[in-house]
């Protein structure tokens, strides 16, 4: 059974960083896209970032406008494992965020691709 385990969220100020984790667990991911949803209150689900790997040291991100070049996403084969890096965060980065799998295909801003979802870790921002 596939399961994907969030950590990371939490309170922090304006301009402070966080590292959000997610575990995965039931299969190997490695020719997964693994990639991090938010959902703000009152908004929709919305992309913010997913990455993929080709083999080798060769991976391929991409992310949402918004959080380019402030947010950096990895990932550990080996640890099933995919990151967040988040910085300079800003009020409106406030969202639960969730961690979700798209089966043997590449990234996808598209939320109905994605198959596997996190239960979602909460990111609060003050200013």
């Known amino acids: 059974q596939v399961q994907l385990v969030e950590s990371g969220g939490g309170l922090v100020q304006a301009g402070g960083s966080l590292r959000l984790s997610c575990a995965a667990s039931?299969?190997?991911?490695?020719?997964?896209?693994m990639g991090w949803f938010r959902q703000a209150p009152g908004k929709e689900r919305e992309f913010v970032a997913a990455?993929?790997?080709?083999?080798?040291?060769?991976?391929?991100?991409d992310y949402a406008r918004s959080v380019k070049g402030r947010f950096t996403i990895s990932r550990d084969n080996a640890k099933n494992t995919v990151y967040l890096q988040m910085n300079s965060l800003k009020p409106e980065d406030t969202a639960v965020y969730y961690c979700?799998?798209?089966?043997?295909?590449?990234?996808?801003?598209?939320?109905?691709?994605?198959?596997?979802w996190g239960q979602g870790t909460q990111v609060t921002v003050s200013s």
């Open positions: 979700a799998v798209r089966y043997s295909q590449g990234v996808s801003p598209i939320e109905a691709e994605y198959d596997y």
């Open positions: 039931g299969r190997t991911f490695s020719r997964d896209a």
């Open positions: 990455i993929t790997w080709s083999g080798g040291s060769t991976y391929f991100a």
